[in-house]
């Protein structure tokens, strides 16, 4: 049931991590460099905002050089693995984290996706892109 949501993200070239042990992994690989962690989500904010916006910003000139998601209420394991790399954030499905040289830079919350249509969440995405990769 939630595979299609699942390759609305995968489709995009974005890593799906489904164990603690694939978040670790890729988080060792971002030490220096980019990266961008989309927490999926079932949620109907998650296919109306999210994973569209995420789609959009992708087609941005300046991106992450490295993506990957995880699914909240899916691979629990590898969420809340994800989510302690997201230093002083709380919980939150969908998010988006961008790291620049392994810190988190940009948060962006379920509060600020819910209500927002995609070019929305788009445009924040890629003005982050411009300014701290």
């Not at 489904?18 to 961008?36: L, N, R, Y």
């Not at 995420?54 to 691979?75: E, I, M, N, R």
């Not at 040289?101 to 890629?126: C, F, P, S, W, Y």
């Amino acid at each position: 049931m939630v595979q299609p949501m699942r390759d609305e993200l995968t489709s995009l070239g974005i890593s799906e991590l489904t164990t603690p042990e694939q978040v670790d992994s890729f988080m060792g690989e971002i030490k220096s460099g980019t990266a961008m962690v989309v927490v999926n989500s079932v949620c109907g904010c998650a296919a109306g905002g999210a994973r569209p916006g995420v789609a959009l910003a992708l087609k941005h000139s300046k991106l992450p050089a490295k993506l990957a998601t995880v699914f909240a209420g899916q691979d629990k394991a590898a969420t809340e693995k994800a989510r302690t790399y997201f230093t002083g954030q709380p919980p939150s499905s969908p998010a988006v984290a961008i790291f620049k040289d392994g810190k988190l830079v940009l948060m962006l919350h379920r509060n600020q996706i819910e209500g927002r249509r995609a070019q929305e969440i788009a445009a924040e995405l890629t003005a982050a892109f411009d300014s701290v990769l």
